[in-house]
């Protein structure tokens, strides 16, 4: 979270139901639809992702709609739940983690479907467990492919501001997605990109809602206000991310940035001679990196000791991957110095626990890194 977003945040709290509430309103409804890709209506909550997820799932379906979700890791799953507890009638499609959704079996499943029963396709689009990034825009083909009318709904939680996202040319129905990732922001908003097939959808949904109904925002949005109490100091902050990440560094700009980083996090764990959790190169993560851990050493082990020893905090393995991997965050407010720090960290950590390792996976990242870097400085000059 860069300062200015923070300092943007502690701006004294303005009166929710006055012009400069409905000037600021406007400008961030309006642009956090470039971030989303999205000419349609977006809708912000104050609340966790969660809070987008029950949005996502009460406002376009009823009591025992048929819904199909795929394991693909820990907030799947936890969004699978979910969808359980409000009655709807999931089916899964089964995937290991490490892997991203199937597209060409989610594609023969909806060919299956005959009666057109499976009213939903909800895919987390980056799972924030695992490191992988599901493709999309395949999803979207194979659902084209199958002729089937689901709608289509993607957590893009850890992945909206820094991975290309694109709602409208990906077909995706509902997108939803929180502050506390890239778009730099503490937790406390979430967002619902809505399509129009979603809308049309939510005119006959039958799950109950009160807070979560689209239709008393979208009223309320429309003259810069909202139906009750807004997160007015975090929408200081949001205007203010939006105008690093479209005005001054631009989207395509701030994508290439997190692929680079990426690139050399994976860079540096093949030279420690550990293991990327994700299986397919074509999925992963520019987010974050999951990280096996060897045979007799305890992830969560080391993520204590480096807190402990350097004041860094890694991400756990949840779920079934407890203990047996760590997470390196490289997303948000993040440049070259802060990797290469964030890697010395893990690599001293890693000396520290007896963990064994092959190299420096520093020395290769900042090679990495340069590399990346060079083609735009020839340019430049």
């Given at each position: 979270?860069?300062?200015?977003?923070?300092?943007?945040?502690?701006?004294?709290?303005?009166?929710?139901?006055?012009?400069?509430?409905?000037?600021?309103?406007?400008?961030?409804?309006?642009?956090?639809?470039?971030?989303?890709?999205?000419?349609?209506?977006?809708?912000?909550?104050?609340?966790?992702?969660?809070?987008?997820?029950?949005?996502?799932?009460?406002?376009?379906?009823?009591?025992?709609?048929?819904?199909?979700?795929?394991?693909?890791?820990?907030?799947?799953?936890?969004?699978?739940?979910?969808?359980?507890?409000?009655?709807?009638?999931?089916?899964?499609?089964?995937?290991?983690?490490?892997?991203?959704?199937?597209?060409?079996?989610?594609?023969?499943?909806?060919?299956?479907?005959?009666?057109?029963?499976?009213?939903?396709?909800?895919?987390?689009?980056?799972?924030?467990?695992?490191?992988?990034?599901?493709?999309?825009?395949?999803?979207?083909?194979?659902?084209?492919?199958?002729?089937?009318p689901a709608l289509f709904m993607a957590d893009t939680i850890s992945s909206l501001a820094s991975i290309?996202?694109?709602?409208?040319?990906?077909?995706?129905?509902?997108?939803?997605?929180?502050s506390q990732k890239g778009l730099m922001l503490p937790p406390g908003l979430s967002f619902n990109g809505?399509?129009?097939?979603?809308?049309?959808?939510?005119?006959?949904?039958?799950?109950?809602?009160?807070?979560?109904?689209?239709?008393?925002?979208?009223?309320?949005?429309?003259?810069?206000?909202?139906?009750?109490?807004?997160?007015?100091?975090?929408?200081?902050?949001?205007?203010?991310?939006?105008?690093?990440?479209?005005?001054?560094?631009?989207?395509?700009?701030?994508?290439?940035?997190h692929d680079r980083h990426a690139e050399a996090t994976r860079q540096a764990v093949n030279a420690w001679?550990?293991?990327?959790?994700?299986?397919?190169?074509?999925?992963?993560?520019?987010?974050?990196?999951?990280?096996?851990?060897?045979?007799?050493?305890?992830?969560?082990?080391?993520?204590?000791?480096?807190?402990?020893?350097?004041?860094?905090?890694?991400?756990?393995?949840?779920?079934?991957?407890?203990?047996?991997?760590?997470?390196?965050?490289?997303?948000?407010?993040?440049?070259?110095?802060?990797?290469?720090?964030?890697?010395?960290?893990?690599?001293?950590?890693?000396?520290?626990?007896?963990?064994?390792?092959?190299?420096?996976?520093?020395?290769?990242?900042?090679?990495?890194?340069?590399?990346?870097?060079?083609?735009?400085?020839?340019?430049?000059?």
């Amino acid at each position: 979270m860069p300062d200015r977003v923070l300092r943007a945040i502690s701006y004294p709290t303005i009166d929710h139901r006055g012009p400069e509430f409905q000037e600021l309103a406007h400008t961030v409804l309006a642009r956090v639809k470039t971030v989303v890709k999205t000419e349609q209506p977006v809708v912000i909550y104050p609340a966790s992702g969660t809070g987008a997820w029950e949005a996502a799932l009460v406002n376009t379906l009823s009591p025992g709609d048929r819904v199909l979700m795929a394991e693909t890791g820990h907030f799947a799953s936890l969004w699978r739940e979910m969808a359980e507890r409000l009655g709807l009638a999931v089916e899964v499609m089964p995937g290991e983690w490490g892997h991203g959704a199937d597209p060409g079996a989610i594609g023969a499943r909806l060919a299956e479907d005959k009666a057109k029963e499976i009213k939903a396709v909800c895919i987390v689009h980056n799972e924030t467990s695992t490191g992988v990034t599901s493709r999309m825009a395949e999803i979207r083909k194979a659902i084209d492919g199958a002729g089937h009318p689901a709608l289509f709904m993607a957590d893009t939680i850890s992945s909206l501001a820094s991975i290309d996202y694109r709602q409208d040319e990906w077909g995706v129905d509902v997108t939803v997605a929180g502050s506390q990732k890239g778009l730099m922001l503490p937790p406390g908003l979430s967002f619902n990109g809505v399509s129009e097939k979603a809308l049309a959808a939510s005119k006959a949904a039958r799950l109950p809602k009160s807070f979560w109904g689209w239709e008393p925002m979208l009223e309320a949005n429309r003259n810069g206000m909202f139906p009750y109490t807004p997160a007015t100091n975090l929408l200081f902050g949001l205007r203010e991310a939006l105008v690093m990440l479209l005005d001054e560094e631009g989207l395509d700009n701030v994508f290439a940035r997190h692929d680079r980083h990426a690139e050399a996090t994976r860079q540096a764990v093949n030279a420690w001679g550990l293991e990327v959790l994700c299986a397919d190169p074509r999925e992963y993560s520019s987010s974050l990196t999951a990280v096996k851990m060897p045979a007799g050493h305890d992830a969560d082990a080391l993520r204590r000791l480096i807190l402990e020893r350097f004041d860094m905090s890694l991400g756990n393995g949840l779920g079934k991957l407890a203990g047996t991997v760590f997470r390196i965050g490289h997303l948000g407010s993040f440049n070259d110095v802060t990797l290469a720090g964030t890697l010395s960290g893990v690599e001293m950590g890693l000396r520290l626990a007896g963990v064994p390792i092959s190299a420096s996976g520093v020395e290769a990242a900042l090679k990495s890194m340069a590399s990346a870097a060079q083609p735009a400085k020839a340019a430049a000059e």
